[in-house]
């Protein structure tokens, strides 16, 4: 079934009985050709990528809750490509291209929304930093722009640009970037991998990976054994519980990060903004909300839900960069697990175990990363070679220390980043 305005209209006239589910509830089969553990987004824009660009259909995406359940539909959906170094540059902005046209390849609304964003200043030395990193955006041929606080007074009156401590000097703003719903594009790489015949196994954790002489064989599962030739791991939080069932310590501590959503309130706020002092960032969603977070809660954990000290400082910074904020009346928080490696950047890359494939190490960062993320690990597993955006993105760096990717320069401590 494909999405259309005629479809819409010819069910909306005929009692919209013609919707089928968008994908289906099969049974685990004994053997695949691929299985993907996790079924968040990058897992599942893998399992797109590898049946579209490469004809790899007998693929499970195994998930031990249930689709889009996990971070994917946690996030502050914020989509943006103005990274500073040599391999994050590259992968975010072929992510941001995808994204530009993930609507019409998936024949899904994910309601991207370019509506910009803007990373603040609020000194001489940041400014020059923040300059510096637009004009290296703009080399790899990304947008950047410099904008001036009239620029911002006019457009954001609200923001309190004379605070003596933290004084608003500039922003570096990219129009290309904006936010997306989140679970849809969840939805949308669910649907166009099941029409493409991977199966999409929910309730289905996996307890175990087989291997035999150094190379994978399948796995362990609440529901089976199931075979197969390739696996790879995309499990985010989970990540390092996971391939350690592999046997695999990763550089990687799972920490929690919380966000928050206000009321509903009038149209004021109509891109995203970072403040540059303080970890604090806020869009206003389509419903009205102001959706907002910042630093995580600071130690390790499993849990899905954070702490009210961390409440206070978010709200903190809120205050400090926008007073008005205190008027309106928060709905919802909510958190999910963050996989954080020591330098802040992601993993896309084999394991010593043939056939066993890992990517994780997303942090904070990894909606906007979703298409990239899929369309490069699905490469690494079709070919066997790694995809030129995601070349740098190498788990052996944290063991050889050459190509770390240090984006904030706040050094190897993984909650800082
Ligand atoms: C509050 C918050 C705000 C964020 N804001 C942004 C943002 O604005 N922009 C941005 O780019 N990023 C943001 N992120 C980060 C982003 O959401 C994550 O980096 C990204 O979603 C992680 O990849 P994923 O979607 O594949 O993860 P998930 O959706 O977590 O998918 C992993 C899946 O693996 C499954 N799994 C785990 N273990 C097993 C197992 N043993 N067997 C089977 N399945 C298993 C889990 O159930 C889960 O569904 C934010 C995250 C949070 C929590």
Redesign the pocket.
């Known amino acids: 079934m494909r999405f259309s305005g005629l479809k819409i209209l010819t069910e909306g006239l005929t009692g919209n009985r013609g919707w089928t589910p968008h994908w289906r509830d099969p049974a685990p089969k004994p053997e695949y050709d691929v299985i993907i553990?996790?079924?968040?987004?990058?897992?599942?824009a893998t399992a797109y990528y590898l049946a579209k660009n490469h004809g790899i259909t007998n693929v499970a995406v195994?998930?031990?809750?249930y689709?889009?359940?996990?971070?994917?539909?946690?996030?502050?959906?914020?989509?943006?490509a103005n990274y500073f170094l040599p391999g994050n540059s590259e992968f975010y902005s072929h992510s941001l291209k995808l994204w530009e046209n993930l609507e019409q390849d998936l024949n899904y609304n994910v309601m991207l929304s370019q509506r910009g964003q803007v990373l603040l200043s609020h000194s001489d030395g940041q400014s020059d930093a923040l300059i510096r990193r637009g004009n290296a955006m703009r080399n790899q041929g990304d947008d950047a722009e410099w904008i001036s606080p009239e620029y911002m007074r006019k457009n954001w009156p609200y923001l309190n640009f004379d605070s003596p401590r933290f004084p608003i000097y500039g922003g570096l703003m990219q129009r290309r970037a904006g936010t997306a719903r989140?679970d849809a594009v969840?939805w949308g790489y669910a649907r166009g991998a099941d029409q493409r015949g991977v199966d999409l196994i929910q309730n289905?954790?996996?307890?175990g990976i087989d291997i035999e002489n150094g190379v994978v064989k399948g796995v362990q599962?609440t529901r089976g054994a199931i075979r197969a030739g390739k696996v790879g791991i995309?499990?985010?939080?989970?990540s390092g519980?996971?391939a350690a069932m592999a046997g695999m310590r990763l550089p990687i501590e799972s920490h929690v990060?919380?966000?928050f959503v206000t009321e509903g309130l009038k149209p004021c706020l109509d891109t995203v903004i970072s403040f540059g002092m303080g970890h604090f960032?806020i869009s206003q969603s389509d419903k009205g909300g102001l959706v907002f977070?910042g630093d995580l809660d600071m130690y390790a954990s499993y849990a899905q839900r954070g702490n009210l000290p961390m409440v206070e400082h978010v709200a903190e910074a809120a205050m400090t960069l926008m007073p008005m904020i205190g008027k309106a009346k928060i709905l919802r928080s909510?958190?999910?697990?963050?996989?954080m490696t020591p330098d802040g950047s992601p993993i896309i890359d084999r394991t010593d175990t043939d056939g066993l494939f890992i990517d994780c190490g997303?942090?904070?960062?990894?909606?906007?990363?979703?298409p990239g993320s899929g369309y490069a690990f699905a490469h690494l597993m079709a070919t066997g070679t790694p995809h030129k955006s995601a070349e740098r993105l190498r788990l052996d760096r944290f063991r050889t220390g050459r190509g770390l990717m240090d984006e904030e320069g706040t050094g190897a401590q993984h909650n800082l980043h």
Request: positive net charge; hydrophobic residues 35%; charged residues 15%.
């Open positions: 553990i996790g079924g968040g987004g990058h897992g599942l195994l998930e031990k809750g689709l889009g359940g996990g971070n994917v539909g946690r996030n502050t959906t914020i989509v943006r989140h969840a289905c954790e996996v307890t599962t995309v499990t985010a939080g989970r519980q996971v990060l919380q966000a960032y977070g909510w958190g999910g697990i963050m996989d997303w942090c904070y960062g990894g909606f906007k990363a979703v």
